[in-house]
């Protein structure tokens, strides 16, 4: 772990496959977002590289910026089914910030160990300056983990399209 990136772990009873339907799923992006910041989501699950989808926001649950209710759009940036994926995220705030969001899935006796990050080592001097990161903090990444075991456990499926 070093100070520019953000990562935390936790093993959940299901396939990777199962817990990957979540995650390239708009809707799963919502249902599984512990920081209340996700309101819904536009577009279909992704398959690869370069896939996009939009995020309807409302920063009011973070309670640090006055910047009301925006969209932002997910653009995948790694894709391995069943293993990884990650993106960025690209809104109104100019310069584009940079960061990356992200999953690993591993396959464990007892399920998969899924590791949730963040990573802003590649963000622009401006925002590194700022210093405004991490944005999501390591509980709040964790609760994500731990709503994504409660929804996988309660429905075995990606959580509607």
Known sequence: MNSERLEVQRTIAADPSTIFAVLSDPHGHVAIDSSGMLMAATGRPVTGIGDSFVVHMDREA??????????????????????EIAWTVLGQIRPQIGHVYGYTLEPADNGTVVTSYCDWSSIDPVWKEADIFPIISEGALRATLGILARTVAVTGVRPSS
């Open 62 to 83: 973070l309670n640090d910026y006055p910047m009301g209710t925006y969209d932002v759009t997910v653009t995948i940036s790694e894709f391995a089914l069943d293993r």
